[in-house]
T-cell receptor, first 112, second 118 residues
C-alpha cells in the first residue's frame, strides 16, 4: 500500500523567510505525488505534481518540490513566505492513478 | 469558468436522519470522486465514478453510505440513519480524464459540505 507521512503538523514562519514542509512516502514502485493547499472555506487547490519526469517540480505561487527516491521524500519549499501562504498543506500519493491518498496535513502560519 | 460546486455547504442532522449531499462537477469532466475529511485529518477516499459507472466504492465506511451519478454528471452522496461518527466535511472532486491514462490526472475539488450529526 502507498502512503505519505507529513513530518510536521504545524509550521510557523516569518513573512519573507523560507518555508519547508516535509513529506515522506512509502511505495512499492514509482508513485505520482502531489501537494495540495486548502485555504479556510475554500476547496483544495493543486500546487504541483510529480509524475516521473523532472525530479524538481515547480508549482504555482512560487512553490517547488524535489522528488528524492533515495530518501523517499517529496519536500515542499518556497524561498520567501507571504501572508497569503497561511493555509493547510497536504502531501498526496496516488496508488493507482486515480485514488488519492492524503497525508494528515501541515498547518502553516505566517507571522508579520 | 465554473468550478465544482457542492450543496448544501452546511448540514445539521439529528442522529438517525437520512441526508443527501449534491455535487455538480465541472462540465464535461469524466471522473468524479467523493472524499470524507474528519476534523484535523486529511481527506479519505470514498468512491469513484467514470461517467455513470461506479468503478470503485472501496472507501465507503458502511452500507449506510450510497452514491450515485445516474446521468454521468451530477452526483449525490446519501447517508442513511446518520451517526455522530459521520460528522465530517464531504468533498467532491472531478477530473477531465479517466483511469486509462498512465498519469494521475489533476482532481478539481469543490468547497465541501460540512455535515454535523447531533
Amino acid at each position: 500500500a502507498q502512503s505519505v507521512t507529513q513530518l510536521d503538523s504545524h509550521v510557523s514562519v516569518s513573512e519573507g523567510t523560507p518555508v519547508l514542509l516535509r513529506c515522506n512516502y512509502s511505495s512499492s514502485y514509482s508513485p505520482s505525488l502531489f501537494w495540495y493547499v486548502q485555504h479556510p472555506n475554500k476547496g483544495l487547490q493543486l500546487l504541483l505534481k510529480y509524475t516521473s519526469a523532472a525530479t524538481l517540480v515547480k508549482g504555482i505561487n512560487g512553490f517547488e518540490a524535489e522528488f528524492k527516491k533515495s530518501e523517499t521524500s517529496f519536500h515542499l519549499t518556497k524561498p520567501s513566505a507571504h501572508m497569503s501562504d497561511a493555509a493547510e498543506y497536504f502531501c498526496v500519493v496516488s496508488p493507482n492513478d486515480y485514488k488519492l491518498s492524503f497525508g494528515a496535513g501541515t498547518t502553516v502560519t505566517v507571522r508579520a | 469558468g465554473a468550478g465544482v460546486s457542492q450543496s448544501p455547504r452546511y448540514k445539521v442532522a439529528k442522529r438517525g436522519q437520512d441526508v443527501a449531499l449534491r455535487c455538480d462537477p465541472i462540465s464535461g469532466h469524466v471522473s468524479l470522486f467523493w472524499y470524507q475529511q474528519a476534523l484535523g485529518q486529511g481527506p479519505e477516499f470514498l468512491t469513484y465514478f467514470q461517467n455513470e459507472a461506479q468503478l470503485d466504492k472501496s472507501g465507503l465506511p458502511s452500507d449506510r453510505f450510497f452514491a450515485e451519478r445516474p446521468e454521468g454528471s451530477v452526483s449525490t452522496l446519501k447517508i442513511q440513519r446518520t451517526q455522530q461518527e459521520d460528522s465530517a466535511v464531504y468533498l467532491c472532486a472531478s477530473s477531465p480524464i479517466g483511469p486509462s491514462s498512465s498519469l494521475a490526472p489533476e482532481q478539481f475539488f469543490g468547497p465541501g459540505t460540512r455535515l454535523t450529526v447531533l
